[in-house]
């Protein structure tokens, strides 16, 4: 096993009426194992795409994404998915969800149930293994995504805007549960997000994402997500630098929408 | 026209009935009822049960009013019967004119006809008649026939009860209306008052008869469940094999670009084409029996589930697929767990209309050609005129469609109890 690469990737949509959108220019990114990379950038700079092109969802135009050593082509168990919502099975309950990625493996069911009880005691859903999904709040089906994702062990676990439906009180207590998991599992995870406080807790390292050709703008490392690790996220939030580095994107990304705005108003 | 504006009056007294009576009852408290906004949230709108109860009551009220059945309390006037009697003024060809008396005896169809005593009494040239008249039917009464000098030429009758009357015009009496025919006859139709004839539209307790003694006895040869259920029968076989087809190849069509286009226009033009349509056809090639039957309902069903099945693999959310796949599922694996389960819904939902339709068409087509069936039984007794199994028939093909439609619902909410909640 060894890191993610992002070589050079260029993707760009054709129209159905002939023009064309350049979502993503020459990115490039070396992603070390076990890292935890945070993607912000205002909407509609590529970030989805990016991660679609990791996850094998989308081929780039150019340029190739490479994982230990092997190119990826397709989808892919080792590169497991976190959606922002509506990607569970509603006609299998909370426990079958879990056990979906071991049991397509053919994994004996003994083996499964038990990494799946495990891994719903994680995330403190051990009283709801035989709901249906519908029956679960927001927050929770999060949580039972995050674990049917941990279920299959992938080497890079994919997240696009995984706590983007949740409230400000769940949201934190998922920053906190993806703070542990990432830690205990030692997983290399990226994680897109719209929030500068998630993107500065959760990411090791942090990107920031320019639009119109989307392409990689500014590169933080960061010293908060060790921190979080045992520690109240709130207390993070107050240690010093973080306000000082909040500020810095928040303007940054603030800048592109203006430009972006400004653009468009140009234009018509 | 009468019967369209009583329905009305019901409907609005009914509605002011309860209101004004509804405002002492307890009101249910839930959730609904403490909506505010209920013009336009359709989910607020409820069925009123006492309506429906009413609705019902009031179908049976008009339809037993009508045919003065035993079970309702009111009648509509029914037809006169009993003996009525007019007069008529003859004209000799002197123009000398006398008078005589009909005497009608109105009876009910197929009872005693029994014509009233006194024919040929009276003075004059002019003498009495008696005829018997069927009720809500007419009878040519020839009073020329006794008369002295009947047959003599310019001898007419000028008029009824002291109307004048002319070859081609009617007279209005109080107990019916007299017609002279082009030919000077005289024609009686008594009053028919509003209620309909038997053969019309029979009376409810009728058709609960007919109901018990054909469940019994059963119709030309079959029970009444034979009937029924050979209708059932070709429904299910014809549902069965229609979407043992048409599952199959709409999932196809949904998932691979060569079935979509080499099906695309079949599917789209055979959709469109009532399967009543096909009825001929479908007899010449198969003839009437069985098999060309379910042939038929096959193709009812078939279009109806391949573009059920089509729809529900389209409508998956690319997200589960996606999911699917990052899982390490291969394409059987996300037929099998994703695709299939997740068009359940669209599939119970086109089985439905599917089974609607085949209903209706394994009538339709047992009305065109049958031995037995539901349809068959219907169109049988209306050759004779036997409205009340007729009607039994109708009200039986509608209560089993209702049926399928209620058992269809019970194992779409136990198999597919996600539906809508996505
Ligand atoms: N399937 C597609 N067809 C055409 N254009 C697309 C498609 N998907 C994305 N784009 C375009 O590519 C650009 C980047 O889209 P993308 O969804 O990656 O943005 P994003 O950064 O994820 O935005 P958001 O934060 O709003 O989710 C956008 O301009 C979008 O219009
Ligand atoms: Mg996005």
Request: charged content about 20%.
């Amino acid at each position: 096993m060894s890191g993610l690469s992002i070589e050079n990737i260029s993707m760009r949509f054709d129209l159905p009426n002939g023009t064309s959108v350049q979502a993503l220019q020459n990115v490039s990114l070396d992603i070390r194992q076990g890292e935890l990379l945070s993607v912000l950038g205002p909407s509609g700079c590529g970030k989805t795409t990016l991660l679609n092109i990791v996850a094998g969802f989308l081929a780039p135009t150019e340029g190739r994404v490479v994982l230990g050593g092997k190119p990826v082509v397709g989808p892919g168990p080792e590169r497991g998915m976190v959606f922002q919502q509506g990607a569970l099975f509603e006609w299998m309950s909370v426990r079958e969800n879990v056990a979906f990625g071991p049991n397509m493996k053919g994994m004996p069911k003994a083996e499964s149930a038990g990494i799946v009880d495990h891994l719903l005691d994680v995330v403190g859903l051990r009283d709801f293994k035989d709901k249906a999904v519908y029956e679960l709040s927001g927050g929770m089906q999060q949580r039972v995504a995050l674990a049917r994702c941990l279920a299959n062990d992938p080497e890079v676990i994919l997240m696009d805007e995984p706590l983007g439906a949740l409230d400000a009180l769940t949201r934190e207590k998922m920053q906190g549960l993806v703070l542990k998991l990432w830690k205990e599992t030692g997983k290399t995870i990226i994680l897109i997000t719209h929030s500068v406080e998630e993107a500065l807790l959760l990411g090791e390292r942090l990107l920031v994402m320019a639009p119109r050709p989307g392409r990689i703008h500014k590169e933080y490392r960061l010293p908060f997500a060790d921190m979080g690790v045992d520690a109240d996220l709130r207390d993070v939030k107050k240690t010093e630098g973080y306000a000082e580095t909040r500020e810095e994107i928040l303007t940054m990304i603030w800048n592109m929408e203006e430009e972006i705005m400004g653009r468009t108003e140009a234009a018509s | 026209m009468t019967i369209a504006l009583i329905y009305v009056a019901i409907f609005i007294a009914a509605f002011v009935a309860v209101r004004a009576t509804g405002r002492f009852v307890e009101r249910q408290r839930d959730f609904t009822s403490l909506k505010t906004v209920t013009f336009g949230d359709e989910s607020a709108v409820r069925p009123n049960r006492i309506a429906s109860i009413i609705s019902v009551l009031a179908i049976f009220l008009i339809w037993g009013a009508f045919t003065g059945s035993k079970i309702t309390p009111i009648h509509a006037p029914g037809p006169f019967l009993g003996e009525t009697s007019f007069t008529y003024t003859a004209q000799a060809p002197d123009l000398s004119t006398d008078e005589g008396v009909v005497r009608v005896n109105v009876h009910r169809v197929g009872e005693d006809a029994a014509k009233p005593e006194g024919a040929d009494g009276g003075e004059g040239f002019a003498k009495d008649d008696a005829a018997s008249v069927a009720a809500w039917r007419s009878g040519l009464i020839r009073v020329d026939r006794n008369d002295v000098g009947g047959d003599a030429e310019g001898y007419k009758v000028i008029a009824i009860d002291g109307q004048p009357i002319a070859p081609g015009e009617t007279v209005k009496l109080a107990d019916g209306t007299v017609t002279m025919t082009p030919k000077g006859t005289l024609n009686f139709s008594p009053d028919p008052g509003w209620q309909m004839e038997k053969i019309w539209l029979p009376a409810p307790e009728d058709v609960w008869n007919r109901l018990i003694e054909i469940g019994t006895d059963g119709y030309r040869g079959f029970t009444l469940w034979e009937h029924v259920g050979w209708s059932l029968m070709r429904v299910v076989a014809g549902f069965a094999l229609g979407s043992a087809v048409g599952i199959p190849l709409g999932y196809a069509m949904g998932l691979s670009n060569w079935f979509r286009g080499w099906f695309d226009p079949i599917v789209e033009f055979m959709r469109p084409v009532p399967p009543l349509a096909l009825i001929p056809l479908v007899i010449i090639w198969f003839g009437i029996d069985e098999t060309g039957k379910i042939v038929l309902l096959f193709l009812a069903a078939l279009w109806i589930m391949t573009i059920a099945a089509r729809a529900g693999v389209s409508g998956v959310n690319i997200t589960k697929i996606h999911a699917a796949y990052s899982l390490g599922a291969s394409k059987w694996q996300i037929l099998r767990h994703v695709i299939i389960p997740n068009s359940l819904p669209e599939i119970f939902t086109g089985a439905r209309v599917a089974m609607g339709v085949c209903w209706g068409t394994v009538v339709a087509a047992e009305l065109v050609a049958a031995e037995k069936g539901a349809g068959q039984m219907i169109v049988a007794a209306s050759k004779f005129q036997l409205t009340d199994i007729v009607i039994m028939g109708i009200v039986l093909i509608g209560i089993v469609g209702y049926g399928i439609d209620i058992l269809m619902r019970l194992a779409e909410n136990w198999l597919v109890p996600w539906k809508g909640r996505s």
